[in-house]
Every structure is written in structure tokens, then in C-alpha cells.
């Protein structure tokens, strides 16, 4: 009977110490292998890159429309861009300019 107990009792030491155990390989786990794991790692990486390329691309967009809206400003507007705009968006011309089609 005392054998009983005492089996009985170290069962369920056990019993607790292995679900500690278990639930603590599955935290690791899933730190290993989860979607922000180590393993993920990786792949954020080339993410981050790719972002960076993007973003130094539009960065330089972003400058030469910075660029060109200087250029247009309303007080100081750079005459040749300007008549190139008016040329290009409303087709106008001098009359003694003579237009050669590209195409």
C-alpha cells in the first residue's frame, strides 16, 4: 500500500516536471521556427534590403520632383521648362518653329 503511495506520488512529480519540460521545448520551438523566429531571420533581411532599394529609388524620384517644382515656382519659374511645358501639354507653338514628328 505505502508502495502505491509512493509510486502513485512520483508519477505525478514527474508528470509536472514533464509538462514544464514539454511546454518549455515548445516555447523553443516555436522561437526557432515561428513566423519572427531565427529562423525567419533570414528573410527579413532581404525584406529590409529589398525596402532600402525601393526606397533609395524613390528618394531620387522624389529629389528631381523636388527639383522640377523649384523650377516652376510661381515667382521664379525658369522660362525654358516652362515653354517646354506649354509646348508639350497644350501643343503650342511660334509661329516660326517648325515641328519634325519623332515617330
Do not use: F
Not at 55 to 66: C, F, G, P, T, Y
Amino acid at each position: 500500500m505505502q508502495r502505491k503511495r509512493h509510486v502513485k506520488s512520483t508519477l505525478r512529480s514527474s508528470l509536472g516536471s514533464g509538462l514544464a519540460m514539454l511546454a518549455l521545448l515548445a516555447i523553443a520551438a516555436y522561437a526557432m521556427v515561428g513566423p519572427t523566429g531565427v529562423l525567419a531571420w533570414g528573410e527579413y533581411q532581404k525584406q529590409l534590403q529589398e525596402r532600402q532599394q525601393e526606397l533609395a529609388v524613390l528618394e531620387e524620384r522624389e529629389h528631381a520632383l523636388a527639383n522640377r517644382i523649384r523650377l516652376l515656382a510661381p515667382g521664379n519659374a525658369d522660362p525654358d521648362l516652362a515653354g517646354e511645358l506649354i509646348r508639350k501639354e497644350l501643343n503650342v507653338v511660334h509661329p516660326d518653329e517648325i515641328i519634325i514628328p519623332l515617330k
